[in-house]
T-cell receptor
Framework: NAGVTQTPKFQVLKTGQSMTLQCAQDMNHEYMSWYRQDPGMGLRLIHYSVGAGITDQGEVPNGYNVSRSTTEDFPLRLLSAAPSQTSVYFC????????????FGPGTRLTVL | AQSVTQLDSHVSVSEGTPVLLRCNYSSSYSPSLFWYVQHPNKGLQLLLKYTSAATLVKGINGFEAEFKKSETSFHLTKPSAHMSDAAEYFCVVSASYSSASKIIFGSGTRLSIRP
């Protein structure tokens, strides 16, 4: 039981490049979410999903896309990277939406030059 | 509307002395409240949670928190700090039976432990 896994751990992009951050969980959780963590701002919700085929926007969705074709996977796409997207990204999952007891992946540290 | 305020961005205590990390919240609903810990370069781990049962909640590693509705507080405490407690701590408020957009993280409190 690996829990929540994220790849890559580190990534450097140039402005305008696109990429996908991968997230997978093996706990059969319905709810998955993406957060970004910036100094002094805690974690802010980017997008979330309450089940396969269902996604919605969180607090800071601009510049990011998500899809949920399976229960296990929830990739986050950066369409055209900007320096303002330099951050640490965390994927999380929980059994139910709003339950709050979330299991977090180890994070992806992204730098956009 | 929901919000959460962690009153101290940084707390420093000596090893063996008590720890107090303060959290105030506001919520239009009956809230669930959580404390998460993040060690350097790691993901977040749940310490404890309050979900309308006992107001004094015990968590892992000797931490506990008390839900005080009259003061809208959910402060995290530990009687005796250990060097391994040095980490970032996040207070989280979540509306019961609500969507993810109602899960709000505080800005975090960095706990340092002096030998």
């Amino acid at each position: 039981n690996a829990g929540v896994t994220q790849t890559p751990k580190f990534q450097v992009l140039k402005t305008g490049q696109s990429m996908t951050l991968q997230c997978a969980q093996d706990m059969n959780h319905e709810y998955m979410s993406w957060y970004r963590q910036d100094p002094g701002m805690g974690l802010r919700l980017i997008h979330y999903s309450v089940g396969a085929g269902i996604t919605d926007q969180g607090e800071v969705p601009n510049g990011y896309n998500v899809s949920r074709s399976t229960t296990e996977d929830f990739p986050l796409r950066l369409l055209s990277a900007a320096p303002s997207q330099t951050s640490v990204y965390f994927c999380a999952s929980s059994k139910l939406a709003g339950e709050g007891t979330q299991y977090f992946g180890p994070g992806t540290r992204l730098t956009v030059l | 509307a929901q919000s959460v305020t962690q009153l101290d961005s940084h707390v420093s205590v000596s090893e063996g002395t008590p720890v107090l990390l303060r959290c105030n919240y506001s919520s239009s609903y009956s809230p669930s409240l959580f404390w998460y810990v993040q060690h350097p370069n790691k993901g977040l781990q749940l310490l404890l949670k309050y979900t309308s049962a006992a107001t004094l909640v015990k968590g892992i590693n000797g931490f506990e928190a008390e839900f005080k509705k009259s003061e809208t507080s959910f402060h995290l405490t530990k009687p005796s700090a250990h060097m391994s407690d040095a980490a970032e701590y996040f207070c989280v408020v979540s509306a019961s039976y609500s969507s993810a957009s109602k899960i709000i993280f505080g800005s975090g409190t960095r706990l340092s432990i002096r030998p």
